[in-house]
């Protein structure tokens, strides 16, 4: 339990309406979007500024309690969930767009930003932050910055870290720091070390992200396959023709189901996956490129193709994708997202054995996947009432992680390690 003058202390610095600790309210920070574990923290803070948040890990320290941050809860593999107990500083209430500077493709934002509401801010400016989680309706700027987050643009543009240019964070005794980019090479670059920490170095307040500016034209495809197989060739001869889309989404037949049931896209129950594959840039040569991914759909086996005429078209195309993850409550009670990534190449061989492993395990698991770089997003369904399925869930989930180690890849593209993967470190690494 945590001490009583720790709280008054909190309360007496932020004001009693920016300190829960009632057990009704704590119960809402006792996991994240769905990670099994769960904890709930002694008190949660809202700090409305750095100079708050500095105040709070001071005080924390000198009390020697634990600290964990939050931004959203859209984590995935629990590094919000405080299994130490402690104090959870929630940054939801710092969502400032602080400065918006076009002419140096810039924006400045506090941590609780949502990267939606960024997005809808710089619309019609001719530019956009590239990042765009398939959470991004709810998840902050903060939150990738911590997981270094990625996303279906990934493949072109990049993850979080190329993004971000400037940090202001506070760390572990309560510092508050500024960050900026490394122009030596000699130097360290703490930037880099910051975004993908996921708050075990710092709690990041504000950051400053790199604007990029929209693109003149897209083509934005769907094409339907009888297998995956089929799908992850084409993707393989894309990339080899020297193509890099904006985006290639893969699809298996679970997902496709799950969806169509939701949302009524009119897509076909009986095709084994389906890509969404996005090319931007320069108006002049889409056409060009497009008509050979198209031939290149066809070589492999492409059984129905479908190309955005519009943008409505292309916005529907996208929801049918950003979709998929509240479609599947529609196959099971719960389901475990697990994130792993291995080289492009040996896409086909991961997902064969994603399926061994569900077998083994007499579990159904479904897949998405941002194909174009090689991150796997295999969902375990199970219901976790029943202690036997959530038990074979996370020895399935460990499996598939092991798996992609074995095929050269990561535990980890673009959720982090949290609490759920941090035993699996030492497969990575040495001690």
């Known amino acids: 339990m945590i001490h009583t003058p720790l709280v008054r202390e909190l309360r007496a610095r932020l004001g009693a309406e920016n300190v829960l600790s009632a057990p009704s309210e704590l119960a809402v920070y006792d996991c994240d979007a769905y990670t099994i574990e769960r904890r709930r923290p002694d008190v949660v803070v809202l700090p409305q500024s750095t100079q708050q948040v500095a105040e709070v890990v001071k005080l924390a320290k000198r009390h020697d309690v634990p600290v964990v941050p939050r931004g959203a809860g859209t984590s995935l593999s629990g590094g919000c969930v405080p299994l130490g107990g402690g104090v959870v500083v929630v940054l939801a209430r710092m969502n400032r767009i602080v400065e918006i500077d076009l002419r140096n493709r810039m924006a400045v934002v506090e941590a609780g930003v949502p990267n939606l509401r960024l997005t809808q801010h710089l619309?019609?400016?001719?530019?956009?932050?590239?990042?765009?989680?398939?959470?991004?309706?709810?998840?902050?700027?903060?939150?990738?910055?911590?997981?270094?987050?990625?996303?279906?643009h990934t493949l072109k543009y990049g993850v979080t870290v190329n993004h971000v240019f400037g940090i202001?964070?506070?760390?572990?005794?309560?510092?508050i720091v500024r960050l900026a980019p490394v122009e030596n090479p000699r130097e360290l670059d703490l930037i880099g070390l910051i975004v993908g920490s996921e708050g075990t170095l710092g709690i990041v307040t504000k950051i400053w992200v790199r604007l990029t500016r929209d693109p003149q034209d897209y083509r934005t495809m769907r094409a339907v396959f009888n297998t995956v197989d089929d799908a992850t060739r084409t993707v393989t001869r894309v990339i080899a023709a020297g193509i890099i889309p904006a985006a290639v989404e893969l699809m298996d037949q679970g997902i496709m189901a799950a969806i169509e049931e939701t949302m009524h896209f009119g897509l076909p129950l009986d095709a084994g996956a389906m890509l969404v594959i996005e090319l931007d840039g320069p108006a002049v040569g889409l056409d060009a490129q497009q008509e050979r991914v198209i031939e290149f759909c066809r070589d492999c086996g492409a059984r129905e193709l479908l190309h955005a005429a519009d943008s409505r078209q292309r916005e529907r195309l996208w929801q049918c994708r950003k979709s998929s993850g509240a479609a599947l409550g529609r196959l099971s009670p719960s389901?475990?997202?697990?994130?792993?990534?291995?080289p492009r190449t040996r896409l086909p061989e991961i997902l064969r054995r994603i399926a061994e492993i569900g077998r083994k395990h007499q579990l159904r698991i479904v897949n998405l996947a941002h194909a174009g770089d090689g991150n796997v997003h295999p969902n375990v369904l199970f219901d976790d009432r029943d202690p036997d399925q959530v038990t074979r869930a996370l020895a399935a989930g460990r499996e598939l992680l092991e798996a992609c180690i074995q095929c050269g890849g990561s535990i980890t593209a673009e959720h982090g390690i949290g609490i759920e993967k941090v035993d699996l470190m030492e497969r990575l690494f040495s001690e």
Request: glycine fraction near 20%.
């Open 123 to 152: 619309a019609g400016t001719g530019y956009h932050f590239a990042p765009d989680p398939a959470s991004q309706a709810a998840s902050t700027i903060g939150g990738n910055v911590a997981t270094n987050a990625g996303g279906p």
């Open 168 to 175: 202001e964070a506070v760390l572990g005794d309560g510092w």
């Open 335 to 342: 389901f475990l997202c697990q994130d792993g990534v291995v």
